[in-house]
């Protein structure tokens, strides 16, 4: 009687209990997807933004012109000229579609409809083409960045005249070839192909993603060899001492400088002292491999440790050499962590901008970087100038960029990820 | 029940013949002192080990069984805060001279661990492994015969000879243990050191190391690490007791079980502690 009693309070107890536990547990679940979800939607909003200002710079919009490639203007010697005036030929082909503007101050402004490299796209076409001489063909041609503007729609009509960019004439015309169909957006590949730019329609980003590439190249040759010789020898051979441990606090601060410092370091030791080029992906790659060294070490070190001790031993019991024991068992093993944590370390430079502004690589260069030695600027340093310059041209391309660089981003994360997968599922 | 009163456990000598007569001292370990640090692990232990002889090491867990194997193949180098004094010699040389490079003493003196420790490759490199950084083959002909007739005495070739490039780490964990024998045995070494190699596995696969490790002992000297005293019993011809560092008994296996002259190898085997 007695302990059927005491099993009813129990009973109800618990009952009582669990209702109050399973509230909480729900508060807390809530608690939890709510901070889920706004990391979620602000990252949303970034990338909404994003996308919605950078994708309209993949595309740029073109001219259709019938071009006359006159041979007695192009070829008066029966060679095609390259000094040839090919800025009068695109310039006639535009007023011979607008006949009635006479004035010269307005055909100076139809011809800026034109971008500054369409005499320059029909010079490389017939350089490459020289049969197209005597000919007449319909080209498209780059148009400036502020009839792109008009059609992407960035620019206000209903403002008065001086206060936009583009006239009410020009305004006209854009819609009479629209009207034409002699206005289209086609992919952007000038961007792509082209290195910085003053004008818009001609600023691509391949300048800066081959610095960056120069400058990663020279940044993983050296960090990944450094560091994981660094890890092995910390790892295997170094004796447990003070002088290790200080070692191993110094590293691990190291990881945490201010990227800026070494910056400076680079400017100091590389530029001054070593007097290497300026603004060069030599001495990026310098600078960023100092920066992901300690990364690599970190995680190599890590990678090492997670090697079972059972296989160094039978290697040792079979009569395996320290060298051995580490180029035949530890390396293999610790191979993908190694490589995981070299590519979250290039990750990490890849987005690196405050220590390349320090050894130059921020200046305005057209030339896209043939070598490690040639002045450069990186992905990052582009966006950065790009989001500094006034035209809403380039602020449209900053957001390509920027998407062009979370692409890489990515990927490079992905490759991590995948990396990691494989080597747990080794044990 | 013991008729010597040799039950005096602050007696610092061991009890018991050392050497049976009849076989010839082939390793000797002369008072061998251990210290990890301050904590001193094995004190003043002195063992011959002989010829085609299983000897068996005994004793409650911690009392230094593992440290004292491992000087015998110097496999405590690598523990930084070990200290070993002592003279061990191998065939009448000085293992921890100068001369003789521990690398070309694991060769000739092999290990088998508790936990079967396969490397992550395939059964034939796993064989092949120390036969190849040894140079012990001239020709992919003679590493295969190696692996071969190792595989064939490890008693494993007729399960795995299919599969002989499938992962080490992919068989049975009784296999695997063998695997981990046969790859001691393709350095051809002269003796045998044995952690409790059958602490991690089921009955059935206990009494096929047994027996292996029976038919090994007529060519190699062997020494095992057991907590199992039906198996030191079973496998062994000569048993050491150890107790908290020491060497308390050693004697041929029958005598120390039957008649266990010192009063905590008694209390051990008829199970009062341990
Ligand atoms: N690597 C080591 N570092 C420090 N102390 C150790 C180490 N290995 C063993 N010891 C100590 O040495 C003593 C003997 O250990 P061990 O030889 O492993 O005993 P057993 O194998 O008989 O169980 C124990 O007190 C143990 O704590
Ligand atoms: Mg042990």
Redo the contacts with the bound molecule.
């Keep these: 009687m007695m302990n059927s009693n005491l099993g009813q309070t129990t009973r109800h107890r618990v009952e009582a209990s669990l209702k109050r536990r399973y509230a909480k547990e729900r508060r807390f679940k809530a608690a939890g997807i709510a901070a889920t979800f706004t990391g979620l939607a602000f990252l949303a909003i970034f990338f909404v933004n994003l996308v919605s200002q950078g994708t309209s710079a993949f595309q740029q919009t073109m001219i259709s012109l019938e071009i006359n490639f006159d041979r007695t203007a192009l070829a008066p010697d029966g060679d095609v000229d390259p000094n040839a005036d090919y800025e009068a030929v695109v310039r006639d082909s535009l007023r011979s579609l607008f006949p009635d503007v006479t004035d010269r101050r307005e055909r100076r402004q139809l011809s800026s409809l034109l971008s500054v490299s369409a005499s320059y796209d029909v010079k490389d076409m017939l350089a490459a083409d020289p049969t197209l001489l005597g000919s007449t063909q319909t080209v498209w041609l780059s148009a400036s960045a502020n009839v792109d503007m008009v059609i992407k729609g960035n620019i206000n009509r209903d403002v008065p005249q001086d206060l936009r960019t583009v006239s009410d004439l020009q305004l006209l015309w854009i819609d009479e070839l629209l009207a034409a169909g002699r206005l289209e957006k086609k992919f952007n590949t000038a961007l792509f192909t082209n290195g910085d730019s003053r004008e818009p329609e001609l600023a691509g980003i391949r300048g800066a993603l081959m610095g960056t590439f120069y400058m990663l190249l020279v940044t993983i040759a050296l960090a990944f060899p450094l560091g994981v010789a660094a890890a092995i020898y910390l790892e295997e051979f170094a004796p447990r001492n003070r002088w290790s441990d200080l070692i191993e606090v110094n590293i691990n601060n190291l990881a945490a400088v201010p990227s800026i410092v070494f910056g400076l370091l680079g400017l100091a030791v590389f530029i001054n002292w070593m007097s290497l080029p300026r603004s060069a992906p030599l001495v990026g790659g310098l600078v960023l491999s100092l920066l992901t060294l300690p990364v690599i070490i970190i995680a190599s070190r890590a990678a090492i440790q997670a090697v079972p001790p059972s296989i160094k031993e039978a290697a040792f019991g079979l009569g395996a050499s320290r060298m051995q024991v580490v180029f035949h068992h530890v390396l293999p093993l610790a191979m993908p962590g190694m490589l995981t944590g070299a590519i979250i370390g290039m990750a990490r430079s890849l987005g690196e901008t405050a220590p390349l502004l320090m050894i130059g690589m921020v200046a305005f260069i057209v030339d896209v970087p043939g070598s490690v030695t040639d002045p450069a600027t990186a992905l990052p340093v582009q966006i950065y100038l790009w989001a500094d310059s006034p035209e809403r041209a380039f602020a449209e391309r900053t957001s390509a960029a920027i998407i062009v660089l979370l692409a890489f981003l990515l990927l490079m994360n992905l490759a991590a990820v995948l990396m990691r997968k494989r080597f747990e599922k080794r044990w | 029940m013991n008729g010597n009163s040799m039950d005096d456990t602050n007696s610092d000598k061991p009890v018991g013949k050392a050497v049976k007569p009849g076989h010839e001292a082939f390793m000797v370990a002369d008072n061998v002192n251990v210290w990890?640090?301050d904590?001193h692990?094995i004190q003043d232990v002195s063992i011959e080990i002989q010829k085609n002889q299983v000897l068996a090491l005994i004793?409650p867990?911690?009392?230094?069984?593992?440290?004292?194997l491992r000087c015998l193949n110097r496999m405590n180098d690598s523990?930084e805060?070990?200290k070993v004094t002592g003279l061990i010699t191998l065939d009448g040389q000085d293992i921890n001279s100068r001369d003789l490079d521990p690398v070309a003493l694991r060769a000739r003196v092999g290990m088998v661990f508790q936990k079967a420790n396969p490397f992550p490759k395939s059964i034939y490199d796993n064989v092949a492994y120390g036969p190849r950084i040894h140079g012990l083959a001239a020709n992919r002909a003679e590493l295969d015969e190696i692996v071969y007739t190792s595989l064939e005495r490890a008693g494993l070739l007729q399960e795995v000879k299919d599969r002989l490039n499938n992962p080490g780490t992919g068989l049975s964990g009784g296999q695997q243990q063998r695997l981990c024998i046969a790859r001691t045995i393709a350095v051809n070494p002269e003796v045998i050191l044995m952690?409790e190699p059958c602490s991690a596995l089921d009955p059935i696969a206990t009494a096929r190391v047994e027996d292996l490790i029976d038919e090994l002992s007529e060519n190699y000297a062997i020494v095992i690490?057991t907590h199992s005293m039906q198996q030191a019993a079973r496998m062994s011809q000569r048993t050491a007791y150890?107790h908290m560092?020491k060497l308390i008994e050693i004697d041929d296996t029958d005598k120390v079980f039957t008649n266990p002259q010192h009063k905590l190898t008694e209390d051990y085997i008829t199970g009062r502690f341990g």
């Design positions: 990890y640090g904590n692990a004793g867990s911690g009392c230094g069984k593992s440290t004292f523990i805060i070990a952690d690490v150890f560092g």
